[in-house]
T-cell receptor, first 113, second 108 residues
Framework: DAMVIQNPRYQVTQFGKPVTLSCSQT?????MYWYQQKSSQAPKLLFHYYDKDFNNEADTPDNFQSRRPNTSFCFLDIRSPGLGDAAMYLCATSSTTGGYGYTFGSGTRLTVV | RKEVEQDPGPFNVPEGATVAFNCTYSNSASQSFFWYRQDCRKEPKLLMSVYSSGNEDGRFTAQLNRASQYISLLIRDSKLSDSATYLCVGGDADKLIFGTGTRLQVFP
């Protein structure tokens, strides 16, 4: 089935140790998004790619970076994770720029120790 | 003021009840609206799109009032399996903003 796949489902990293989360999609959607969701909070958009064009939200910390080497894959790099970065990280895709809703991956739950 | 605001609940209702959720949005330029359902520790899943003309899908009815910048979701004949958090989502072509969600708990 076409879908959005995130790996790993659970990630434990040490304080300050770089970590990479991955997302792949078989939907051939041209837009990919990364959201951060903390407990009992709304998913918060970090950035998105419209094709190869990168769009960073103004309040996304510099600690968060992203790469999209091709249509199918997108990575979230956290350069120096802090305790406050512990959250669920959700990857989503859409075929237009959000006009028809998003398809989400199952998320990666990040724990920082 | 949050861009998308919802009553966080929880709404505790018996099986078979009708329950309504409301949501307001602040950006009058927003063009796209949705309701998503999120189960505990799972990803959000699209429940339905929301249109000014109203949108019905089985027991679920969504409505958009652009003049009041208000979105609603009505669930009829609640089932135990409807227990979840319902996220109101709105935005423009480049970005969708999520509300914090309204938690629904249906009890037997």
């Amino acid at each position: 089935d076409a879908m959005v796949i995130q790996n790993p489902r659970y990630q434990v990293t040490q304080f300050g140790k770089p970590v990479t989360l991955s997302c792949s999609q078989t939907l051939n959607h041209n837009v990919m998004y990364w959201y951060q969701q903390k407990s009992s909070q709304a998913p918060k958009l970090l950035f998105h790619y419209y094709d190869k064009d990168f769009n960073n939200e103004a309040d996304t910390p510099d600690n968060f970076q992203s790469r999209r080497p091709n249509t199918s894959f997108c990575f979230l790099d956290i350069r120096s994770p802090g305790l406050g970065d512990a959250a669920m990280y959700l990857c989503a895709t859409s075929s237009t720029t959000g006009g028809y809703g998003y398809t989400f991956g199952s998320g990666t739950r990040l724990t920082v120790v | 003021r949050k861009e998308v605001e919802q009553d966080p609940g929880p709404f505790n209702v018996p099986e078979g009840a009708t329950v309504a959720f409301n949501c307001t949005y602040s950006n009058s330029a927003s063009q796209s609206f949705f309701w998503y359902r999120q189960d505990c520790r799972k990803e959000p899943k699209l429940l339905m799109s929301v249109y000014s003309s109203g949108n019905e899908d089985g027991r679920f009815t969504a409505q958009l009032n652009r003049a009041s910048q208000y979105i609603s979701l009505l669930i009829r004949d609640s089932k135990l399996s409807d227990s979840a958090t319902y996220l109101c989502v709105g935005g423009d072509a480049d970005k969708l903003i999520f509300g914090t969600g309204t938690r629904l708990q249906v009890f037997p």
